[in-house]
Nanobody, 124 residues
């Protein structure tokens, strides 16, 4: 089991940017595919972005493609989500998730460990 701690959320105006970080407490971070998900009040948790164990391959939800970038630093046990051109509809709690071994997935039940989340609000 790996503990995940997100940071970097906050309140920004629409069109602004935020960078989320997720620090993992494991010595084998490179064994984990990582994902970012978000959940708005009254809605289901949805996939945002994912990255392979090596960081070479990424995938994005259509709603964030071209605006968000996922990356990782295996030396720092950290995965990032750079969010640009934020829209009010991006407002949600953002959660990082870890999947040991294998490839990333866009499904929430494909991940073994989750962080507590960080709130992102983009005001219009």
């Amino acid at each position: 089991q790996v503990q995940l701690v997100e940071s970097g959320g906050g309140l920004v105006q629409a069109g602004g940017s935020l960078r989320l970080s997720c620090a993992a407490s494991t010595r084998t971070f490179s064994n984990y595919a990582m994902g970012w998900f978000r959940q708005a009040p009254g809605k289901e948790r949805e996939f945002v972005a994912a990255i392979s164990r090596s960081g070479v391959t990424t995938r994005y939800a259509d709603s964030v493609k071209g605006r968000f970038t996922i990356s990782r630093d295996n030396g720092k046990n950290t995965v990032y989500l750079q969010m640009n051109s934020l829209k009010p509809e991006d407002s949600a709690g953002y959660y990082c998730a870890a999947r040991e071994g294998g490839y990333y997935t866009t499904y929430t039940d494909g991940y073994d460990d989750w962080g507590q989340g960080t709130q992102v609000t983009a005001s219009s």
